[in-house]
Nanobody, 120 residues
Framework: VQLQASGGGLVQAGKSLRLSCEAT????????MSWFRQTPGKQREFVAE???????RTVGSVEGRFTISRDDAKKTVYLQMNSLEPEDTAVYYC???????????????WGQGTQVTVSS
């Protein structure tokens, strides 16, 4: 199983980006999907999550600006980021809780990270 994140880049403050993360490989079921971010010297922090039932939540600092969504048919999670601020600059990582077979246990997988840089 691999998680491939894409969509990062360099943008000016106030602009938008849309991140995507697709899971590939032998996957039986995906439960929660999330996004985290990390800046140099700091711990990875939670940004947003969406359950398999579609319930979404975001961290307070991005609430109202970022929206998480998922397409189960494509095994993909998205993060729409609007009104970007320089403080949003970080490497963004996707995270999924999934099963590779019906009788397997739930396991956590991480994507490789995609850089988002917001200039002032």
């Amino acid at each position: 199983v691999q998680l491939q994140a894409s969509g990062g880049g360099l943008v000016q403050a106030g602009k938008s980006l849309r991140l995507s993360c697709e899971a590939t490989g032998d996957i039986y079921s995906i439960s929660g999907m999330s996004w985290f971010r990390q800046t140099p010297g700091k711990q990875r922090e939670f940004v947003a999550e969406i359950t398999d039932g579609g319930r979404a939540r975001t961290v307070g600092s991005v609430e109202g600006r970022f929206t998480i969504s998922r397409d189960d048919a494509k095994k993909t999670v998205y993060l729409q980021m609007n009104s970007l601020e320089p403080e949003d600059t970080a490497v963004y990582y996707c995270h999924m809780l999934l099963k590779v077979a019906r009788m397997s246990s739930w396991s956590i997988y991480w994507g490789q990270g995609t850089q988002v840089t917001v200039s002032s």
